[in-house]
């Protein structure tokens, strides 16, 4: 063994570190984690532009690392991704995650090691953080600087559904408008749907039924076909995944007399219209961030990335919030030693692109004016975007919010019923 050799293997732990590895988790091969990898790609070009973050005295830039953990089709690929991602990629932090069954299996491998793990824009069941709160000492090491949870989703939801039915009693009418629950097969719904039978009648608004579709599914006609059947005057849609494509494309096709709202990640941005073949058009969803003045880093970061990429950021972009708020904490604590940097992450008070993050005790980002809101966004002719909540909600307004446009055929639909 040479002189050399033998310093290298005497040396400290962390000595020989010339960067942080910082793993950005999701599924490659899907728009999830391919907009995960763009958002931390931004963040770390900022960060490393000066050098880096500031260890022991000394820069140290940020390395990423691509971890495809093929979530959408496998938990076990997506913890057996995270297990290899720290003993053979030797990672030092964890950025990503799209599915919440799936990050609360990535979480455990994460905490094994202690490894800090931060989502980014997708994982809102409850339990992620409630963990934190139950077993703070195991759990300490995770984050969700968004999105914002299943339960400040409902509110969110039934806040800007409240703000759309509001429209179609203006515009055509209706005293009690009809709402349809059609959600995907996933965990993370399973909390909401008790929620919206309860309070959109409470919002004047009646459920016209509940209806469930696989994640993946390519046709969900007889949904639709069913849900024209109920007079629904507003479905109320919850996807994480591709399944939002036929979903769009058919209430286009069919021209489905119904208002489409709720959380639909495929639908925010990336190439949805194209994908849709534009059939999208009118649909509504309610989205974590949009091209509106929620901070004063919104606008920048969207004209960045899709000057960069060609495509609008869907939520999972957000790894550029949490690579940012990692490395203030990371630039707070002076190093990357694990309980040092979830100390200063629990002092995180961040601008984001989609609100301010301060987290609460089960480090969990907070909900409402002031902090993480959400925005609700359309699909307009020529495959433009608008936003259209909130208006005037809790004395919020993002400078270009306008009033939701019903479709043409759905106006045409109920003007002709009423008249009968």
């Known amino acids: 063994m040479t ?27 899907f728009v999830q984690g391919e907009h ?17 973050l500031m260890v022991g005295g000394k820069k140290m830039p940020i390395k990423l690392v691509k971890i495809d953990t093929n979530e959408i089709l496998s938990v076990m690929n997506a913890t057996s991704a995270v297990e290899k991602a720290v003993t053979v990629d030797k990672v030092d932090f964890l950025v990503g995650g799209c599915s919440s069954g799936a990050i609360l ?7 094994d090691y202690k490894k800090i793990f931060l989502i980014c824009g997708s994982g809102s069941h409850p339990e992620i953080t409630n963990r934190v709160g139950k ?14 949870n299943a339960i400040n989703i409902v509110k969110l939801v039934l806040e800007s559904t409240n703000t759309l039915s509001q429209a179609i009693r203006k515009n055509l009418g209706i005293k009690t408008p009809k709402v349809a629950l059609l959600f995907e097969q996933a965990k993370w719904l399973e909390p909401q749907i008790p929620l919206f039978k309860k309070f959109l009648p409470k919002y004047g608004m009646e459920v016209a039924g509940v209806w469930r579709m696989s994640i993946k599914a390519l046709d969900v006609s007889a949904q639709l076909q069913a849900i024209r059947s109920a007079g629904a005057h507003i479905i109320l849609a919850m996807t994480s995944g591709p399944v939002a494509i036929p979903l769009y494309r058919q209430v286009g096709e069919l021209q489905i007399p119904a208002a489409i709202t709720g959380v639909n990640v495929e639908a ?20 974590q961030g949009s091209d509106v003045e929620m901070t004063w880093r919104t606008m920048p970061f969207y004209k960045k990335f899709e000057a960069r990429y060609k495509v609008r950021p869907i939520l999972t972009a957000s790894s550029y919030n949490s690579l940012l708020i990692l490395a203030e904490a990371i630039n707070r604590a002076g190093t990357t030693d694990a309980e040092k940097v979830v100390t200063e992450l629990e002092k995180t008070n961040f601008e984001g692109t989609q609100g301010r993050v301060v987290f609460d005790k089960n480090h969990d980002n907070k909900y409402g004016p002031g902090f993480m809101t959400g925005v ?45």
């Open 268 to 287: 925010e941005g990336a190439k949805f219209w194209q994908a849709t073949g534009g059939m999208c058009v009118y649909g509504g969803l309610t989205a």
């Open 36 to 52: 995960a990898w763009y958002g931390a790609e931004l963040a770390a070009e900022e960060i490393n532009k000066d050098g880096g």
């Open 3 to 29: 002189g050399l050799a033998a310093l290298l293997l005497l040396a400290p732990p962390g000595v020989m570190a010339k960067e942080i590895k910082v793993g950005i988790l999701g599924p490659m091969k």
């Open 105 to 111: 299996a990535m979480q455990d491998v994460a905490m």
């Open 135 to 148: 077993n703070y000492d195991r759990y300490k090491y995770f984050f969700r600087p968004g999105p914002i």
């Open 376 to 420: 609700g966004v359309q699909w307009m002719p020529g495959g433009k975007l608008k936003a259209w909540w909130p208006l005037n909600w809790a004395g919020v307004t993002y400078a270009g919010v306008e009033e939701y446009t019903l479709s043409p055929w759905m106006v045409k639909y109920w003007k002709e019923k009423a008249a009968k």
